[in-house]
């Protein structure tokens, strides 16, 4: 394949796919876990970094900006897609993975709610929200339109992660 981006996005998917995957298959538990989440970050950032360093070996560094930022963007934009259709997916296939989830923010809003906001009006809020959790848990159903709003979001620390990127390939010359 010669796009860089497009090579180096699709290898990182797979991989952030089957870190994943092993993680809720060893444990469901590990599959939330917010350091195994996070953790994934690492493969993002190896993959932006190889794409973009073998494009500047290619193309060199001494051109615009924006050119050197599009591969480490594109190979975060594949990677997320690849990992946001896993996770989408698996929520599908798994209730009681999103029960677990829905639980879990349940749990933190009473936890919040304990220990005193401070604020009558967040107080009122929190318990909105444990009651809406209240009722997704009756009929726990993974959304569509949350997942894509978060995968929009990603895209934002995406753009962040690969300017900084283009930035230190671009200053070491």
Known sequence: MK???VRNGLLGGVVVVMFFALAYTAKKEAFLNPWVQWGSM???LLFMYRAAREDCVLSGTNRDFREILRTPFVVFILI??????FYYG???ADADLLRMELLSEKQLYEDQLRAGPGDPQLANQ???RIIEVEKALANPVQPLGPV???M????LGGFALSAGIAAILRSSK
């Open 90 to 92: 698996l929520h599908l």
């Open 152 to 155: 929009a979001m990603g895209a």
């Open 42 to 44: 690492a493969f993002y």
């Open 126 to 128: 929190l318990r909105e």
């Open 148 to 150: 894509i709003t978060r």
């Open 80 to 85: 997320n897609l690849f990992y946001w259709l």
């Open 3 to 5: 796009n860089i981006g």
